[in-house]
């Protein structure tokens, strides 16, 4: 069964960090470009972070230089580690394997004092 199962989101105070896992199973993340998502109340989804089979990264404007994906293959993880948090990145972030259309759970991410 193909499945991707998200950690680590919680309350944080607005400068913090904190670190999201996305653990798949049912395929190998080593052939998948893969994504994190976020939703805020009211907001659409929006893409936050890419990284390729290559392993290059992308990321969003809003996020560039604050957040950073990565991959452990060994683990079959892939990791957001988000640093400077503020209180407009509150949402809930969701691990995405685009081509087969594939969501974690999310979890909740709140920012604030």
């Known amino acids: 069964q193909v499945q991707l199962v998200e950690s680590g989101g919680g309350l944080v105070q607005p400068g913090g960090s904190l670190r999201l896992s996305c653990a798949a199973s049912?395929?190998?993340?080593?052939?998948?470009?893969m994504r994190w998502y976020r939703q805020a109340p009211g907001k659409q989804r929006e893409l936050v972070a890419t990284?390729?089979?290559?392993?290059?990264?992308n990321y969003a404007d809003s996020v560039k230089g604050r957040f950073t994906i990565s991959r452990d293959n060994a683990k079959n993880t892939v990791y957001l580690q988000l640093n400077s948090l503020k209180p407009e990145d509150t949402a809930v972030y969701y691990c995405?394997?685009?081509?087969?259309?594939?969501w974690g759970q999310g979890s909740q991410v709140t920012v604030s004092s």
């Open positions: 995405n394997w685009p081509s087969r259309g594939v």
């Open positions: 990284i390729t089979v290559g392993g290059s990264t």
């Open positions: 049912g395929f190998t993340l080593i052939w998948s470009d």
